[in-house]
């Protein structure tokens, strides 16, 4: 997919513009005046603009009633509702051009949404923290969808424009200079990017191509008709937009469970395959992640390069559920899955990848969830204990450092940034950032109430608690109470558990990157007291030991004569501490 289907195409003397809308019977392109496009059989509008050069603006015009946005628009420089700009993604001037990415087991990921990373909110404020992530350890800066939505401010699932990222944090050129600076500071680029659905406002499809969507209904809105090879299309060579435009050096699929049309093959094998293949031409290293209820181990391939119809990795929600009820108690709703002993999901995510492998959940009515995963490799799993949806998707929108005890946080994070699964933080995590992420929107209207109505029901108990003071999505205040205080690093606590992050991501980088690629899960276990046992078989032939006291309580008589050298934590003697967490390497296994 080298030439786009979808979108302006610049020629030497015009541009081609194109429009799949099978229910249109005319339609026309508005530039300085009506252009007519000339009807195919398969439902393809088209024809040739002489003059036209990048940065025209345009929109389609359909039944001589009409004025929509390209679906496959580029930039919109006034919103969704506005006209279209052709773009020359060609003429970008690359700095970092020798760049190739880098292999999945250097990864280390910090998920980020620009609108509330900085007080500016945009890309180019982004670039003067990215010193920051370098120093503190992080390879992978991801960011919350940017695919174009309705309004100023919205956590970016609620897209509508998938091609043109959204002019609240910048233009295009914006984006691809944060791409290109934190490439030539050694940093991935990772977008998320939303299959499953469109956003409620601002999406025309419906009206000149309802074959878009089919009888199915997802938790948003309507599903996606992927069988249709116009459709599947118009995904996949958005996928390889992001990453051939742009230089994104991989993406996030989100929710991909709720896309029910795929097609006797899946849409899901011929993206990775075409991604593949852009890998391959362009020698690059290009990593696709799924977030994925389903728990399909079938769906990952860490290990080949490039997965070919499979995936890199899969978030693993099950990791974060489990160390959210050992750390908090809390077991209302999906959580009620992990309780009464959290632990002992957490042994089996670090035996074995997830903690559902088939086994019936009762949060979902006795189904069966997930596949056996124990033969992959550990870094087919990105773990966290916190992201974008486990904070927002709270009413009061509030963080771990809210809810946990710190030196039970900091044992956490000890296990989790020194494991062999491939770890992420979410910004802000590498201090112990209290700032709030609450859900937040910029509505109108009906829709606006609905939502605003629909987090009522949602978290009906908790406005029976909780009362006025859960933020309302609509208010640009919940908005803003979002945006990082960067000043609560210089504070002693934030020194601190900075020092603590970087401390553990530095021995990552030295003593666990390098052994990572064939490394294979082993055995954990759970005492009744608290001590957790772990060991895992390196690529290289070491042995990766963990030992950790999961209690408030001090344990005597744990002390094991492991082989081999400390990695971190202190010595154990005969007695293990409350929360402490220790790492030993056996080079000689």
């Known amino acids: 997919m080298n030439e786009r289907a979808f979108g302006p195409r610049l020629t030497p003397t015009g541009a081609v513009f194109r429009l799949w809308a099978p229910a249109a019977k005319r339609v026309d392109v508005l530039l300085d005046k009506f252009y007519p496009l000339v009807r195919s059989d398969d439902g393809w509008f088209s024809a040739e603009v002489p003059g036209v050069t990048a940065g025209a603006t345009y929109r389609f015009h359909i039944d001589g009633a009409d004025n929509v946005p390209d679906p496959a628009s580029s930039f919109q420089p006034q919103d969704i ?80 424009l998938w091609y043109a990222p959204d002019g609240m944090f910048g233009r295009p050129e914006d984006l691809k200079t944060l791409i290109d600076e934190a490439h030539l500071r050694g940093l991935m680029v990772f977008l998320d990017v939303v299959y499953n659905h469109f956003g409620p406002e601002g999406n025309y499809l419906g009206s000149y191509a309802p074959e878009f969507f089919g009888e199915a209904h997802t938790p948003w809105g309507a599903a996606i008709n992927y069988q249709l090879p116009q459709v599947r299309a118009f995904a996949i060579e958005n996928a390889v937009s992001w990453l051939r435009d742009y230089r994104f050096d991989g993406l996030r699929l989100d929710a991909v469970h709720t896309i029910p049309e795929q097609g006797e093959i899946p849409m899901l094998h011929e993206l990775s395959c075409e991604v593949g293949k852009l890998a391959s031409e362009t020698g690059r290293w290009i990593h696709l992640v799924l977030e994925n209820d389903d728990n399909k181990a079938s769906l990952l391939d860490p290990a080949t390069n490039p997965p070919c119809g499979k995936f890199r990795a899969q978030w693993n929600d099950d990791y974060h559920h489990a160390w959210h009820v050992l750390l908090t108690d809390e077991d209302n709703g999906y959580y009620s899955d992990y309780a009464p002993r959290p632990i002992d999901h957490v042994v089996r995510t670090l035996s074995s990848g997830f903690a559902y492998q088939g086994e019936p959940s009762a949060h979902r009515d006795g189904a069966p969830r997930g596949e056996p995963s124990g033969e992959l490799e550990p870094s087919g799993f990105v773990n966290f204990l916190q992201n974008h949806d486990q904070i927002g998707n709270r009413a009061l929108g509030d963080r771990l450092e809210a809810i946990a005890k710190p030196k039970a946080i900091e044992a956490a ?36 109430e609905a939502v605003r109505q629909g987090r009522k029901r949602e978290f009906a108990g908790a406005y029976e608690k909780y009362g006025n003071n859960i ?58 007291n ?19 006291n999961l209690s408030d309580r001090a344990i005597a008589g744990e002390h094991q004569p492991w082989p081999g050298t400390k990695l971190w934590g202190s010595d154990v003697a005969n007695v293990v501490v409350p929360w402490s967490v220790h790492w030993r390497i056996d080079e000689a296994s």
């Open 413 to 448: 994070l000890a296990i989790t940034l020194l494991a062999p699964m491939v770890p992420m933080l979410f910004q802000g995590d590498e201090w112990g950032a209290k700032t709030p992420f609450p859900f937040f929107c910029d509505f109108k209207g009906d829709l606006a």
């Open 471 to 528: 933020p309302d999505p609509l208010d640009e205040s919940t908005f803003r109470s979002a945006v990082l205080d960067w000043r609560d690093l210089d504070e002693a606590a934030g020194q601190r558990r900075l020092a603590l992050v970087r401390e553990l991501l530095a021995l990552r980088r030295h003593h666990i990157m390098p052994r990572l690629k064939g490394t294979r899960f082993g055995d954990a276990q759970a005492a009744d």
């Open 81 to 160: 509702a506005g006209p279209s700009e052709v773009i020359d993604h060609s003429s970008f001037p690359w700095k970092a051009t020798g760049w190739r990415g880098r292999p999945w087991e250097e990864t280390v990921l910090i998920e980020t949404h620009v609108g509330s990373f900085t007080p500016e909110g945009t890309y180019l404020a982004m670039i003067e923290r990215l010193d920051h992530l370098v120093a503190t350890g992080i390879t992978a800066l991801e960011m919350m969808p940017l695919a174009d939505f309705a309004g100023r401010r919205n956590w970016g699932y609620d897209g509508v």
């Open 530 to 548: 608290g001590i957790l046992k772990a060991h895992w078989r390196m690529g290289d032939g070491a042995t990766l030991h963990l030992l950790a």
